[in-house]
């Protein structure tokens, strides 16, 4: 119980300035994140933060695949772009091949009543404009209690525990991380589509810096380089 009231303190009392808007991400130009698969390199997952005057446009790609004597047993690519005008979220497009099979979702907001519309290969329909879109960049999605998948649309109920405070050694570089652990509200989902996923973030900056989940082996993106 202690541990629990903990994480909502923490939680909460990051929730003001802070976690108000993405103008936060403004300093960056890139984040990239090489992504490792029971301790092997994999692949990549890198960001790009466009700004012009009041607009911000994050464009994203990630690919990776499992070889195994040589042949390639899975393979993954996906491209994302995100917008916002003034630190509002305006719109996300992005398509994914996952082996041999498409993906994708569409999201924009409604001018009348201001609701996401999500046209995705998993969901389509309107949402409440507090769900967030499931991209680990953004570190608001720690005071959420739902996600949208960023490659199929389908809405993703979560819990959010914080963990505690840990220093984390990447590429021989020390940041002192605040840790999350995101698990799936919906207990009858299969095991395939349940969140159970850990996230470190910087302390004092909020810098995305590692995440983990277990999966067909052990996964983990790994910050390689930001500017």
Known sequence: MKKILFSIIIILSLSFETFSHVKHYSQY????????????????????????????????????KITKLGVDLYKYYAKSMEKYKNGVFSSFSSTTKQNKKDKYVNIKVDPIDNK?????????????????????????IIKKDAQISAVSGRIIRQNVEFLGKEEVTINNKNYKTLKFRFTSSDK?????????????????????????????GYWEYRLKTYK
């Open 188 to 216: 009858s989902l299969s095991k395939d589509k349940k969140l159970n996923t850990e996230i470190w973030y910087e302390e004092d900056t909020f810098l995305w810096v590692k995440a983990a989940f277990d999966k067909t």
């Open 116 to 140: 996401l519309i999500i046209d995705g290969s998993s969901f389509k329909g309107k949402v409440d404009n507090s769900l967030i879109i499931g991209t680990w960049w953004n570190h608001e």
């Open 29 to 64: 130009e890139f984040l990239e994140y090489e992504l490792f698969r029971n301790n092997k390199s994999i692949g990549f997952h890198n960001y790009k933060f466009l700004k012009n005057d009041e607009y911000l446009t994050v464009d994203s790609e990630v690919s990776f």
